[in-house]
């Protein structure tokens, strides 16, 4: 017997009883829902009835049109309620009774309006006594037909309720005997269950288990079920193939142990060359073509700052670490070799020198690396694979910058030695040729004074640098607060008349840099105690001096006099001639600005860091 057929039949049976459950259910919630609105349907021809027998007798006794009015109101609705109803036979006595209402009660107001037509007279009175005995006639008559409409709906109503309750016994009943059935059929079926799957599955197991265990003499033999029988007949037929492997399995297990010795001699191998190219700081990669397959070694990861495994390794993945000009120049490379015919010979040799490169890694550190490529050629002719060594060699390029950095700073400071002096009185000379174009004997004096402030801002830069370990940079912040001391000495300037406000970082300048922009601070406070503050005024003196990354920003404002943007343009003072020029020679821009006061921002470069390259990213 098959198991699916037992499952099956037994499916169906139960969808039948399940489906036979559902009907009686749902035809009982069909009677419960009918009974609930036949019910609310009596309930409101209840209502209506009674509320006609109060609006009649008001009506009568007071005549009124309202009255009137409300009575064919609820007259109306009653006669809806009526035909609302689903059940003929008292629908139809109901309709009945309705009309005969209607039509008493339009006899009671045509009464009515006879009586309201006859004039009060003597000759009267009779035929007004008469015609109220006719209307209280009338009247009971149609109290009678109301109450006859409340019995008749009454008794129909706990007939049908009676009714109800018995379908819905029935569905109970048959609820309850459908769910017997099934209940019987489900103690069947598993009893079924259990013998013709059960049972044979305990055997199956049982004797898997004996074969697992290593007894491959064990037969499981026919079973009662098809499918089963198939099993084990499958179970026997896999212990028969067991019994003939495991006559060879003792040789199998000798080179089995083979292997792995060999194995074991690879890993050691494999192990000592991954140390010593970690050791050496250099990995391996390979580019399969024709399958498109791209390998790194652990090391070729940890050069590029990941751990092994962490990216996916590809020709884009590299290539996206280069900067600019060598991503350029190994996109040129890789494609020449691909597409070009007649280069390839030259490509392929200059592939197989080293070539020096620069790649940032995930952490954003710029490192220095040489590579070296070998390039494997099928039958036509065409790449198959590319693979090649990388080494870090950051360190060997890091200490290399670093002599080179050394004699620099070596050969700047003997060079300094040898020409400051003989520049700086160039300088000197210079300005005192320029100043003594404008001298006028009642100035002599402040040209002078001019001239010593502008020779003092370019002596203390010399000063600082021949203080310190370092003969190239200077530390901006304590040469400018030097210069401000000198120049408010110099002019006698009270700081309760000119206060100072300065904001200046750790800013350390070439002396390239730091030589002119003294100058041009010289020049610019000398403007604001000259000029800004005339007389008895006094003011504040606003330094700032910032750097962003590469550019630095010098603002110096005063809250004076000030003067126009015209009077700036066409200025023709030395000091701002002066100004002009120097900011030029450090590459900078000058804004002017003259409301509130005069306000510089002059925007530039260390003009010296420009000469030795950075090896590190930010």
Request: glycine share 6%; aromatic share 8%.
């Amino acid at each position: 017997m098959k198991i699916k057929r037992v499952i099956l039949s037994s499916s169906i049976f139960t969808l039948i009883i399940m489906l036979l459950v559902a009907l009686l259910v749902i035809g009982a919630i069909i009677n419960l829902n009918q009974s609930s609105k036949t019910e609310a349907l009596f309930r409101k021809i209840f209502s209506r009835v009674t509320e006609l027998e109060i609006v009649t007798n008001e009506y009568v006794m007071h005549h009124e049109e309202r009255m009137l009015q409300q009575w064919h109101v609820l007259f109306h609705e009653l006669g809806n309620s009526i035909k609302e109803l689903k059940h003929s036979s008292i629908k139809q006595e109901l309709l009945q009774d309705y009309r005969v209402v209607g039509e008493i009660f339009d006899r009671i107001t045509s009464i009515n309006l006879r009586m309201s037509d006859i004039e009060l007279e003597e000759n009267s009175l009779a035929l007004i006594n008469k015609l109220e005995r006719n209307e209280k006639i009338l009247v009971q008559e149609l109290i009678l037909s109301l109450q006859k409409i409340y019995f008749r709906v009454q008794n129909f109503s706990n007939e049908l309720f009676a009714q109800h309750q018995a379908e819905r016994g029935y569905y109970l009943y048959g609820v309850l005997l459908a769910v017997l059935v099934l209940g019987i059929f489900v103690i069947l079926l598993i009893y079924r269950i259990k013998k013709i799957i059960s049972q044979p599955l305990t055997h199956l197991i049982t004797g898997i288990k004996k074969i697992g265990a290593g007894d491959l003499d064990y037969k499981i033999g026919t079973l009662k079920t098809e499918e089963y029988s198939r099993i084990a007949e499958a179970v026997d037929t896999m212990t028969e193939n067991l019994k003939k492997v495991t006559s060879s399995r003792d040789a199998l297990n000798k080179e089995m142990e083979e292997r792995r010795k060999i194995l074991l001699e690879l890993e050691k191998s494999e192990k000592l060359l991954k140390d010593a190219q970690k050791i050496a700081h250099i990995g391996y990669w390979v580019w399969d073509i024709d399958q498109n397959i791209y390998h790194w070694s652990d090391e070729i990861f940890r050069i590029f700052g990941y751990e092994p495994g962490e990216i996916e390794p590809s020709f884009q993945t590299f290539i996206s670490m280069l900067p600019e000009k060598d991503k350029t120049q190994m996109i040129s490379l890789t494609r020449g070799l691909f597409h070009s015919k007649s280069d390839k010979e030259l490509l392929i040799q200059k592939l197989g020198q080293f070539q020096d490169f620069m790649v940032k890694t995930k952490d954003g550190t710029i490192k220095y690396l040489q590579q070296r490529i070998t390039v494997k050629m099928n039958h036509s002719f065409d790449v198959s694979q590319l693979s090649g060594t990388i080494q870090d060699i950051t360190q060997i390029k890091e200490n290399e910058i670093r002599l080179k950095e050394s004699l620099k700073e070596k050969e700047l400071m003997l060079q300094e030695i040898h020409h400051r002096v003989k520049n700086n009185m160039q300088v000197v000379s210079g300005l005192i040729s320029m100043q003594a174009h404008g001298i006028k004997d009642t100035k002599i004096q402040e040209i002078f004074k001019s001239i010593q402030n502008r020779i003092c801002s370019m002596a203390r830069v010399h000063e600082d640098l021949y203080q310190s370990d370092n003969f190239r940079d200077v530390e901006v912040e304590k040469y400018i607060r030097d210069l401000i001391e000198h120049l408010y000495d110099s002019y006698r300037i009270d700081q309760d008349k000119i206060s100072l406000e300065l904001h200046v970082n750790d800013v350390v300048l070439d002396i390239r840099t730091a030589l002119p922009l003294g100058i041009i601070l010289n020049e610019l406070i000398t403007n604001v105690f000259k000029h800004a503050y005339p007389g008895s005024s006094k003011g504040k003196l606003y330094i700032l001096l910032q750097q962003n990354k590469d550019e630095y920003q010098l603002i110096v404002k005063d809250e004076g006099i000030g003067f126009s943007q015209e009077d700036y343009e066409n200025a023709t003072s030395l000091g701002l001639q002066l100004i002009q020029g120097l900011v030029q020679q450090i590459h900078g821009e000058i804004e002017f600005s003259g409301v509130g006061g005069v306000e510089f921002k002059i925007t530039f470069n260390d003009i010296g860091n420009k000469i030795i390259p950075k090896i590190r990213g930010e």
